[in-house]
Every structure is written in structure tokens, then in C-alpha cells.
């Protein structure tokens, strides 16, 4: 990859999310040049068939996504929120830069950035363990257990999108899906330590989600620099924060 080129910007969404969700964070991005790729994961979506979906399906995607541009010899670098970690990690070990050279291929990930992720600290590790939740009585009482999805109840709303304007959070919960609870049970594939590329950890140090000190926690499993901002869980929904995220990304796209 020649020093002018820019790498491709793969994100991974988070649980109930859709592509959408990261609008202003892809516009950013794409402002500045970068060619980006939001895919719809398999694991949240309206069709039953969700239900009978987990992370290798996700997986798989995101696989395929990154399959041209490697395949074009060029560098990515990846960007994880909340439970897009878990996959994120999974897609990533194997292609990164090193991995690709040692096989004598070009290009490859150059760079992941976990934003508020579940950045699984060791392989086979699921969401529910990483959070210690042993049966379904132990389940937060924002989503509901219903024909294998998880449906987000209403209080949902101020934990994903606290500290965010109530129509931002409103528009946005609006527009979340069910979540394959299969998803939540698969078991990681590696942990965020097989990365051979620098990491960067996004601490949202007003998450409502996931604590900060987990979040610490999870980096400094994985090895990753950490950046801490006073945001809520999902910073890239208001213009500021998606400023600041890209501002991140930027800097691990330049990263050696």
C-alpha cells in the first residue's frame, strides 16, 4: 500500500444495531476519503430466522467483507463496538498485516480499534460469561427472552444512548432489532490478544453499559492502548463524538 493510500474502514456493529446506527461516523470517515463498510450482521435482524443465528455467522460476513480488499492486497483496519468485539476479534486473527506477509500475501488488517467492546479476554469465552450471567433468571431486566431473541424493553433506550439528546436517543432506539440469543452464547474463537497489530481501546467512561473499569479491564487483556472519553455507550451518534471517534480511527490508520 503506497503512504498516500488510506486503508479500508471496516465496522462492526454491536448487538440490536444495524449499519444505520453509524451513519455519522461512516460520513465522517468517507468525508476524509476512506472507503468504509458497515455490514449487516446475521445475528440482528426482524425474521425469525435470526433466532438460529450466532457469532460464526457474523463471522462469515465479516470475512467476505474483508475478502476483496485483501484479496487486492490492501490494508484495513478494523472497528469494533460494543458486541461487534467478539466477531471483530474472530475476523480479524490470521489477516492481519505479519500474518499475511508470513504466508507471502499483501496487505491485511494493520489495526483495530475496540470502541466500548467486549474484547473477549481469553478464547471460549462467551457474552454471558464475560458478563456472568449463569441462566436466563440472572438476564438484565432491559431485554426480554422471547422464541430465541432478545427484545430490548423501552429502559433500554437510556442505557444504550445515555448522555445523548432525547430525539437522538428516541430515533435510534427506534430503529434497533432483535438479537439472536445464540449470538450471545457463542463461544469466542480467540481472544483479543491473538491480534498481532496495534490495538486501540475506546473507554466510554459514562457507559451505562458496560462499566468503565470492565471496559479497562478487557483492554488491558488484549493489550491495547487506551484512550478514555467522557462519553455514554454509543458516542458516534452525536456529531462530537463521531468527531472524536474518527479522530481515533485516523490515528490507527497511520499506526506501524
Known amino acids: 500500500m503506497s503512504c498516500q493510500e488510506k486503508p479500508i474502514i471496516i465496522i462492526v456493529h454491536g448487538a440490536w444495531h444495524q449499519p444505520l446506527h453509524y451513519a455519522n461516523l461512516l460520513n465522517s470517515l468517507q468525508t476524509k476519503g476512506y472507503t468504509v463498510q458497515v455490514p449487516a450482521l446475521a445475528t440482528a435482524g426482524w425474521d425469525q430466522s435470526v433466532s438460529q443465528k450466532n457469532v460464526s455467522d457474523d463471522v462469515t460476513i465479516l470475512k467476505n467483507t474483508m475478502k476483496e480488499y485483501l484479496q487486492a492486497g490492501k490494508e484495513l483496519v478494523v472497528v469494533c463496538h460494543s458486541f461487534g468485539g467478539i466477531s471483530g476479534t474472530a475476523s480479524v486473527v490470521g489477516e492481519t498485516v505479519p500474518e499475511r506477509q508470513a504466508r507471502g500475501d499483501a496487505g491485511g488488517v494493520k489495526a483495530v480499534v475496540f470502541l466500548a467492546a467486549f474484547a473477549p479476554p481469553s478464547a471460549g469465552l462467551s457474552l454471558v460469561d ?4 449463569k441462566d436466563e433468571s440472572q438476564q438484565p431486566d432491559w431485554w426480554t427472552p422471547t422464541n430465541g431473541l432478545s427484545l430490548l424493553e423501552p429502559k433500554a433506550s437510556d442505557l444504550l444512548y445515555s448522555g445523548l439528546d432525547d430525539e437522538i436517543a428516541r430515533v435510534n432506539f427506534h430503529a434497533t ?18 491480534i498481532a497489530v496495534p490495538k486501540t481501546y475506546v473507554v466510554t467512561q459514562k457507559d451505562a453499559i458496560i462499566p468503565s473499569e ?5 483492554a488491558n487483556a488484549a493489550g491495547a492502548n487506551v484512550i478514555e472519553l467522557a462519553y455514554g455507550h454509543s458516542p458516534f451518534l452525536s456529531a462530537e463524538g463521531a468527531s472524536s471517534i474518527l479522530n481515533i480511527i485516523e490515528q490507527a490508520s497511520v499506526s506501524e
Open 130 to 133: 464475560i458478563i456472568g450471567i
Open 177 to 194: 432489532a432483535p438479537q439472536s440469543l445464540q449470538s450471545f452464547q457463542s463461544k469466542s474463537i480467540n481472544a483479543s490478544s491473538d
Open 214 to 218: 470492565g471496559q479497562k479491564a478487557m
